[in-house]
């Protein structure tokens, strides 16, 4: 099976925003897709491993907000590279609230969705989050942030001043999101060695999507 036949499929990259008690909470996600029109449903997929998985398993709500080709890598490193698990990922971050009380990105998005689970479907590694919409607006006419405009246009090459030096362990950079496994920042422990179901840390795929460096 070739893992870069799925890099072909087209995809619109969102922030799923939820609330558990007073903590707000953010995560990127490109697993979204309407499922009926009447009534309005839309499908959320998100890994269980994320913290956002547990607060919409926890209150059922949970805001899409459409990012537009306006946002930068940073939103992407803010939302995307750490958990909401054990960092505050709207510290410095400017929002506003939607009618359910969740946060609402004030920049870089072009419409927003507020939802509230109806049903949940488990996928094994995932959940699928089939979702009523309770409401919607636009806010702007930018054209959606699509995955691939994300890789062409947003993301850094990875790749650049990377080279292996002599006698350097081999890093190993991930094609999907630019995180580098560093052997020296992890024990000395190899890519090589690391267990088949070892899974990169800011997005969650597999070793099959990363890349040796030099």
Known sequence: MEAAAFF??????????????????????????????TPARL??????QNFTH?????????????LDESASFAVFQRFGFKSG????????????RGENNLAVLSSCVNAVFELRESS??????????ICDVTAAKV???KPTMTYA?????????????????????KKWVCKICGYVYDPEENDGVTFE???????CPWCKHPKSDFEPIG
């Open 193 to 199: 060695d690391l267990p088949s179901d070892w899974v």
């Open 54 to 66: 547990d607060t919409i398993k926890k209150t059922g709500l949970l805001n899409i907000n459409v």
């Open 139 to 141: 806010v702007s006419d």
């Open 149 to 169: 405009y994300y890789q062409a246009n947003v993301k850094p090459n990875p790749l650049a001043g990377l080279q292996k030096a002599a006698g350097e362990k």
């Open 43 to 48: 499908a959320v997929t998100i890994n269980k």
């Open 8 to 37: 072909k499929i087209g995809y619109g990259l969102y922030v799923v925003t939820t609330r558990d008690g007073e903590k707000d909470n953010g995560m990127i996600c490109n697993t979204i897709v309407q499922v009926t029109n």
């Open 120 to 129: 949940y479907i488990d996928l094994g590694t995932h959940g699928m989050f």
């Open 85 to 96: 698990r054990d960092s505050d990922k709207f510290e410095g971050f400017e929002f506003t």
